[in-house]
């Protein structure tokens, strides 16, 4: 039981942590316009966020305008 | 306020916010460390590495009780709000000191044996029918990861994407951290303890924390029931008689709330009031309780500045907040309970000759 809830955890931080590094390097100025050019520091920090809400971001990249 | 996402938006006192912080956070761990080697020596002597846990365990409970006491203490004493200008600093540093803890834990305790750390942290302990082998160390690590989520979503960017009743949603996890940390420490570090002083510090911190904030319930709750009558009404919604606003200082505001509607804020300034909604376009602080800064009504909580004359953020920022249409009539001073939509322009009412 335990190192089944251990692989999900993992499996999803996986996911989450290779999104956060799209996510900050092309998705967040697509989501939010105001992250346009925004510092390398800005994009570190929320790092760690985008990889704990990769569903909510990814559904947020999908709908973005572009 | 929003023109463009940096890493951290310095300013001087924030700065003095974080040096005292890491000051704070390393005095506590030297202290501790140092009363710790005198205090558990000979048949009570304990390795480094558990004195540090404790060290590090003990300055995050610390750090977590002052970051729930900072918001209704500042509600009590205005001269507090810097305190909770900056509070995700505080906010974060809490995470990482708590990170720390559960790192030397993790490493430790289950870093040693043939099963995965995660996996012996997970079946570690495992009795519920037993005070003393609940699952204290996983009640520790729900509380790390709420205390992560936090940290991780505390920058205004999150704020603004995740929409601000999410963002404070997963904010309010707070109070669930802090019920699964007491548990942590009951059926953990407790369990073993002789003296009754450690009891009793932890139950000193919980009362004065539930205390608090009782207490700030209970004075909100007394502004939200006091009576404003409607005095006159039309096509915009009633108007209310705001009494005397002599005793409203210059710069400051008193809080209106109309049969529970969102609370108002009448700003005086100078002879001239004006009024806008109490609530913050940031994180929904209670804009009433600040002040009028360089022209600018300024939020207690993280200095979000709006125009009294039309609820709008000076430029270039873009934030707009809902203003109420306020009158002097036959020396009485009079509020529209209808909010004008963000941004309106509304001019501001002359203080009665009788009232100056």
């Known amino acids: 039981m335990a190192e089944w809830i251990l692989t999900i955890v993992a499996a999803y931080l996986l996911v989450g942590g290779l999104f956060a590094i799209a996510f900050v390097s092309a998705g967040v100025s697509r989501v939010d316009h105001a992250a346009k050019g925004a510092p390398l520091g800005f994009r ?12 909510l971001m990814l559904l947020r990249w999908i709908r973005s305008d572009g | 306020m929003s023109v463009g996402y940096k890493a951290v938006q310095w300013t001087h006192s924030k700065k003095v916010y974080d040096v005292v912080i890491v000051a704070g956070v390393l005095l506590y761990l030297a202290t501790f460390i140092i009363v710790g080697k005198i205090a558990w020596r000979g048949d009570r002597a304990i390795s480094d590495e558990i004195l540090l846990i404790r060290a590090l365990g003990t300055c995050a409970i610390v750090m977590l009780h002052i970051v729930l006491a900072i918001g209704p203490l500042a509600r009590f004493f205005p001269r507090l ?46 009795d519920f029918g037993v005070a003393s082998s609940l699952p204290f160390q996983l009640f520790g690590a729900m509380a ?12 205004d960017f999150w704020l603004r994407n995740l929409s601000a009743r999410t963002w404070k949603s997963i904010h309010m996890m707070v109070y669930a951290c802090y019920v699964l940390v007491i548990a942590h420490v009951m059926f953990g570090a407790l369990q073993a303890e002789r003296s009754s002083l450690y009891p009793a510090l932890l139950a ?8 608090l904030h009782v207490a700030a319930g209970l ?53 001239d ?34 125009r009294p004359e039309d609820g709008r953020s ?43």
């Open chain 1, 44 to 55: 570190l920090l929320i790092l760690p966020g985008a990889a704990a809400m990769w569903p």
């Open chain 2, 81 to 126: 709000s810097p305190l909770l200008y900056n509070r995700r600093h505080l906010g974060v540093a809490t995470f990482l000191v708590a990170a720390a803890h559960g790192t030397i834990v993790l490493g430790y305790y289950h870093g040693f044996g043939r099963l995965n750390p995660f996996v012996s942290l997970l079946t570690h302990d495992a």
């Open chain 2, 144 to 155: 790390l990861v709420i205390l992560f989520i936090m940290a991780a979503t505390s920058h």
């Open chain 2, 204 to 211: 000193a911190g919980v009362i004065g924390v539930t205390a």
């Open chain 2, 219 to 271: 004075r909100e709750r007394r502004i939200d029931k006091q009576p404003w009558a409607a005095i006159d009404q039309d096509k915009k919604g009633a108007w209310i008689d705001l009494g005397d606003c002599r005793d409203i200082p210059n710069s400051r505001a008193r809080t209106v709330c109309v049969d529970g509607r969102p609370r108002i804020a009448v700003f005086r300034n100078g002879d």
């Open chain 2, 273 to 306: 009031l004006c009024a806008v909604q109490s609530v913050c376009a940031h994180q929904g602080g209670p804009l009433a309780e600040g002040k009028i800064i360089d022209g600018c009504i300024t939020c207690p909580w993280h200095g979000w500045q709006y």
């Open chain 2, 314 to 356: 000076p430029p270039p920022f873009e934030e707009r907040i809902s203003t109420h249409r306020i009158r002097s009539r036959d020396g009485r001073l009079e509020l529209n309970a209808l909010p004008e939509p963000p941004g309106t322009a509304v001019p501001p009412a002359r203080l009665p000759e009788e009232m100056t």
